[in-house]
């Protein structure tokens, strides 16, 4: 069966930075986009990055432009999410995803950014 297990959340400091992983099982990886998601408190969940199969189209919420990084490993089946940069707002749940006829979800990874 299709699992995604996200870790590396945790808590950081402002200007701090986090890298996610979340490591598929159950799927080709290297057939499908991989997603990240993060639902922060009292907000909607929102699309932070998306990775094409190859890695070769990448794309970012504006909020996360120029701080966030993914990439994906296919030896691993493995996509990362480096964070830096981060501000209170980047608090959330963060979530991996896939689309297989439906979307798949992680349980997620907490990262809380606080002083």
């Known amino acids: 069966q299709v699992q995604l297990v996200e870790s590396g959340g945790g808590l950081v400091q402002p200007g701090g930075s986090l890298r996610l992983s979340c490591a598929a099982s159950?799927?080709?990886?290297?057939?499908?986009?991989m997603s990240w998601y993060r639902q922060g408190p009292g907000k909607q969940r929102e699309l932070v990055a998306s990775?094409?199969?190859?890695?070769?189209?990448?794309t970012y919420a504006d909020a996360v432009k120029g701080r966030f990084t993914i990439s994906r490993d296919n030896a691993n089946n493995t996509v990362y999410l480096q964070m830096s940069s981060l501000t209170q707002e980047d608090t959330a749940i963060y979530y991996c995803?896939?689309?297989?006829?439906?979307?798949?979800w992680g349980q997620g990874t907490q990262v809380t950014v606080s002083s």
């Open positions: 995803t896939v689309f297989l006829r439906r979307d798949y």
């Open positions: 159950g799927f080709i990886f290297t057939f499908h986009t």
């Open positions: 990775i094409s199969a190859t890695g070769g189209g990448i």
